[in-house]
Nanobody, 123 residues
């Protein structure tokens, strides 16, 4: 079992920066990659960014590329979000995957999920 806990969400203004963090505990070494997803009201979960633990490879959604940066330290994963826009408003979830090849972008490839943290960007 892997437990995930997000922190760092909040209310910011357009153009501001925010960093959300995910701490993995339990048996995090069983996971090969971690990703961030988000869900806006009335919408499906959307892949935001992911990182592969062994290779360090990262992957970003086109909507956040150049503005968001994912990084890790041990089994803590950060998502640095710069130049935030109102359309970034969502609940942000971290997730852990046992898929060993690449960084999966589909929700079904992730085995464990955190409860989420709210990010609200005002215009």
């Amino acid at each position: 079992q892997v437990q995930l806990a997000e922190s760092g969400g909040g209310l910011v203004r357009t153009g501001d920066s925010l960093r959300v963090t995910c701490v993995a505990s339990g048996r995090p070494f069983s996971s090969a990659a971690m990703g961030w997803f988000r869900q806006a009201p009335g919408k499906e979960h959307e892949f935001v960014a992911g990182i592969h633990f062994r290779t360090g490879n990262t992957l970003y959604a086109d909507t956040v590329k150049g503005r968001f940066t994912i990084s890790r330290g041990g089994y803590t994963v950060h998502l640095q979000m710069d130049n935030l826009k109102p359309e970034d408003t969502a609940v942000y979830f971290c997730a852990a995957s046992s898929v060993t090849i690449g960084v999966p972008t589909n929700r079904g490839a992730y085995d464990y999920w955190g409860p989420g943290t709210q990010v609200t960007v005002s215009s």
